[in-house]
């Protein structure tokens, strides 16, 4: 996991080293500036307000530089130094210094963030692109980019401000649907969300521990997060926690870091009410890589109908006598109803079946395992079971009005 610090006097000699890759210095087309100049720059640079550095450090070790200039400029604001150290490199560290510059900028209220490159740089020149930023003149020596910022704010949602908000009441009924489809629960139609809304609505507003916060920008909807400081749902534990109920960014403005963000600002309203330890269940199809992303592990505990995957984050330190009690709730193995519209689980389902249709000299058909599941939901005499082990499915039980089956594998 990657985690960004503000640059300090003992990463000059990180500084050093990395300026004097190899590979570093031809792609900046430099050479090597030795350990007293690299002192004398910085000792000049200090509280020069127009500059700002930041070191990256994956597991606790330094990989990355990040220099940021211009910051005395009223609408622009520069990239003016990105290095990661080379047994770091396509591990996603540029991106992640990339999307932080961005997000550090925009919350500042810039509106434009550049920086330039040689056209000889691909590395970056492919980084630039994927992050967002546009070529603005094609034709010169060097190559600059740009990228718009948006200003967007964060606004939490009361009685006053909940009839402002029909579109997100839109939103949110669409994405209840789908989320609750993938964590295998009967979706009611867009009215019974409604309602559903109003009440979110009433409850975070009465309740001071339940914060349903929606960013947005000119009144377009980013996304929207739905918070608890002082839950006690996720798991049965004698500790308070938090929970992320909701989480959601428009289609629209997804991959541009403002998953980031939402969630960094639901951290600071954690972190401002005490809180230390958050749990949430991430949506099973899309969700589980971001939340590993912003840091989240699993936990081992996977519960409910279609296979709730519970994750943990602690916020400031680690809270063992917590991760100790959640680890004595973990069973070894479980049996758990599939859910068709939970495509990960369905997957794995099918390797599973494969193999034991090949064991047991049986027909396999691909479009099988889904349907079985189908049935079931349907059907309550149907029964279609995963038996889980570890996190992995390893059996299953099938039974209907016709027959039995049930099958282990490995
Ligand atoms: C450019 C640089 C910062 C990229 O850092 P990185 O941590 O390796 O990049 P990431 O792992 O975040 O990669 C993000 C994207 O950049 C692009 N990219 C990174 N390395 C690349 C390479 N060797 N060739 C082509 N594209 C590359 C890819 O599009 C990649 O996305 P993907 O992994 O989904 O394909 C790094 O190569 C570096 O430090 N280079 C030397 C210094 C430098 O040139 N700095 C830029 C000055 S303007």
Request: net charge positive; hydrophobic share 35%.
């Amino acid at each position: 996991m990657c985690e960004i610090r503000p640059f300090k006097k003992e990463n000059i000699d990180f500084i050093f080293h990395l300026m004097s890759e190899e590979k570093n210095l031809s792609a900046l087309h430099t050479n090597i500036i030795s350990s007293e100049e690299w002192q004398n720059i910085f000792a000049k640079a200090k509280g020069d307000t127009d500059e700002e550095n930041f070191i990256v450090y994956k597991n606790d070790t330094p990989c990355c530089w990040l220099k940021l200039n211009g910051l005395q400029n009223q609408n622009t604001a520069w990239i003016s130094m990105l290095v990661v150290s080379e047994k770091f490199k396509h591990q996603g560290v540029g991106k992640f210094a990339v999307s932080y510059a961005v997000e550090y900028l925009t919350g500042r209220g810039y509106e434009l963030c550049k920086l330039q490159t040689t056209k000889d740089n691909l590395p970056a020149i492919n980084l630039y692109k994927k992050c967002g930023f546009e070529l603005t003149e094609p034709k010169a020596k060097k190559l600059t980019f740009c990228k718009k910022l948006n200003n967007f704010s964060f606004v939490k949602i009361a009685k006053e401000n909940a009839t402002q908000h029909k579109n997100l009441r839109k939103v949110f009924a669409k994405y209840k649907i789908r989320v609750l489809r993938n964590h295998g629960e009967s979706p009611c139609g867009k009215k019974t969300f409604y309602k559903l809304f109003d009440s979110i609505v009433s409850s975070a507003c009465e309740n001071k521990t339940k914060h349903f916060i929606v960013m947005e920008s000119d009144k377009d909807l980013i996304g929207f997060a739905l918070i608890e400081t002082a839950s006690t749902d996720v798991v049965d534990i004698p500790y308070r926690y938090g929970e992320i109920n909701d989480f959601y960014i428009s289609s629209k403005h997804r991959r541009k870091g403002y998953g980031r963000i939402l969630n960094n600002h639901i951290e600071s309203i954690f972190k401002a009410d005490g809180v230390n330890t958050v749990l949430l269940s991430p949506d099973p199809v899309s969700g589980i890589d971001f939340w590993k992303a912003m840091g989240y592990c699993d936990t081992g505990i996977h519960q409910g109908w279609g296979r709730h995957f519970v994750y943990i984050k602690h916020l400031t330190e680690k809270d063992v006598e917590i991760e100790n009690t959640i680890s004595a709730l973990v069973t070894p193995t479980e049996l758990i109803t599939v859910n068709p519209y939970n495509k990960a689980q369905i997957k794995e389902m099918h390797d599973v079946w494969k193999k034991y249709c090949r064991e047991n000299n049986k027909n396999y058909r691909r479009s099988t395992v889904r349907k079985m599941a189908f049935k079931a939901r349907k059907n309550k005499e149907v029964v279609f079971m995963a038996l889980y082990s570890q996190g992995r499915i390893i059996g299953f039980v099938y039974k209907d009005g016709f027959e039995m089956r049930y099958g282990l594998t490995g």
